[in-house]
Every structure is written in structure tokens, then in C-alpha cells.
């Protein structure tokens, strides 16, 4: 018997545990589905941003068309061209009864086109809610001393507020093209009001300039929530708080007419 009789049979490759045969691959498709599920993830995340952006735009699209309309109306004072009437809007008045500063530097365009012949009638418009609260006849006395005609001066005196003022100017005055006046933070969305009422109009801003800075910056942070309103009553088209018609501005407008001026 020779040395290897007895001797256990040497192991070859194909009898080792686990050798036999080709090694086992991946199942059948993984390697199609591993890259598939970080391309998901990316598209959801696109998605999530593109519903994001979307949400911001229609949350963002009433205060950009109000003030974008506003700004492509807006003229500096010098350049405000020939228009039939100035609309000089309400700013509160002091203790007193005579118009706030704001009010005053509107009052005070409003002369300054008047007395180049820019403009040739001026409609205050103002609250006269109280009898102890008379915008528009303030702002008339205001005028009157500052040399404006009494015939080319008209009232109106429930513009209780920049929507009111711009429709009741077109609808009830008849005001077919006019210059807005009124502080440059304000005028956007004064300038919005009167075009959504059906007015041609251009707007020359007046300084906001104030000895209350933080009162100025208020008035400022307001526009936002207020351009908001200006848009939804622009849309559903809500009426003054009065209405009728008056014939005051074509009244003056002829008075303007016979004098030659």
C-alpha cells in the first residue's frame, strides 16, 4: 500500500463549499432600479419647489400688478402733460382744520400744474364724514388763497378712501383723464385705482419727506396690505359709499372754456 492509500482525495476548486458553479449576480433588474429611485427623488424635489414658486407667484401677483400698473403711470411734476383735471386725494387735516403737511405739498402740485396751464380744473376729493371733519373744504380754502379760481375748483366729498376718490371721480364726476397727486409710496396704488375705474390718468409723486420717520415707514409697510385690498375691490368692482352724478367738474371745465384758459 503506498503512501497516499488511505489518504483523503485532494480538494479541487470545484469541490469547495460554496464554488461551485458561477458566482450568483445581482437579481435580475437591480441594476436598472438603483439609479431610479435617486432620479424620483430629484423630480419630487422639482416638483415640490415648482408648487412652491408657483404658490408664491399667485400669492405675489396682486401686489405686482397693482404697484407695476401704478409705476408705468408715473410721471415726474415736470413732466406731467396737458390734462383737463388734477385729482389731489385727502390726507388728514391738522387740529386745527387746515391740511396736514402731507396734504399741503399735494395742494401745492396741483398750483404749480394749474398755474402753468397743465391742468385746468382741480377735484379735491376727501372725507367729510362729521361736520367736524371737512377735507375737501379745507383743501379748497387752501387753494383759494393760494390763487386758484373758485369756479375751477370742485368737491367731492365722500372720498373716504383712494378706491372711493377714483371711482366717484369717474363715475360720478365724469373725469375721463386727470393727474393724480399724492405721496410716491402712495401713488402706485392710486394710480391703479383711478386706471381700474375706467380714468386715462397720469400721477406725479410729492415728496413723502416727514418730521415722523417712523410714522413715514408705517405709511409705507400699509401700501402692502393696502395694494392687496385696492386689487380684490378693483375685481368684484365695489361701489362708493354714495353715488349719483355730479356735474361739477364739466361745470368748471366749460367756466375754463368761455375764459379761454
Known amino acids: ?35 431610479a429611485a435617486p432620479r424620483r427623488r430629484r423630480r419630487r424635489r422639482r416638483l415640490v419647489w415648482l408648487a412652491a414658486a408657483a404658490v408664491v407667484l399667485v400669492l405675489l401677483a396682486p401686489l405686482l400688478v397693482v404697484q407695476g400698473v401704478g409705476l408705468a403711470h408715473t410721471r415726474s411734476l415736470g413732466d406731467v402733460p396737458d390734462t383737463p383735471v388734477a385729482l389731489v386725494l385727502g390726507a388728514g387735516l391738522r387740529p386745527d382744520g387746515s391740511p396736514s403737511t402731507y396734504l399741503r405739498r399735494r395742494l401745492d402740485a396741483a398750483v404749480s400744474l394749474y398755474e402753468r396751464g397743465a391742468v385746468q380744473v382741480v377735484l379735491v376729493s376727501g372725507d367729510n364724514g362729521t361736520t367736524t371733519h371737512d377735507e375737501p373744504g ?52 392710486a394710480l ?11 400721477g406725479a409723486p410729492v415728496s413723502a419727506s416727514s418730521v415722523q420717520p417712523r410714522q413715514a ?4 409697510l400699509r401700501e402692502i396690505p393696502a395694494s ?8 368684484v ?8 352724478h355730479e356735474t ?8 375754463a372754456a368761455t375764459m379761454g384758459s
Open 1 to 35: 500500500m503506498g503512501d497516499d492509500e488511505g489518504a483523503p482525495a485532494p480538494v479541487t476548486a470545484d469541490d469547495r463549499p460554496g464554488d461551485g458553479g458561477p458566482t450568483p449576480g445581482p437579481a435580475a433588474g437591480s441594476s436598472a432600479l438603483a439609479p
Open 138 to 189: 379745507a383743501m379748497r380754502d387752501y387753494l383759494l388763497q393760494a390763487g386758484i379760481r373758485a369756479d375751477r375748483i370742485v368737491l367731492d366729498a365722500a372720498g373716504f378712501d383712494t378706491h372711493d376718490s377714483c371711482v366717484r371721480a369717474h363715475e360720478v364726476f365724469g373725469v375721463r383723464s386727470a393727474v393724480v397727486l399724492t405721496q410716491d409710496y402712495h401713488l402706485p396704488r
Open 192 to 202: 391703479f385705482s383711478c386706471a381700474a375705474a375706467g380714468m386715462d390718468v397720469t
Open 217 to 220: 415707514v408705517a405709511w409705507r
Open 228 to 235: 392687496y385690498k385696492a386689487a380684490w375691490d378693483a375685481l
Open 237 to 244: 368692482g365695489r361701489a362708493p359709499a354714495a353715488g349719483g
Open 248 to 255: 361739477g367738474v364739466q361745470d368748471a371745465l366749460a367756466a
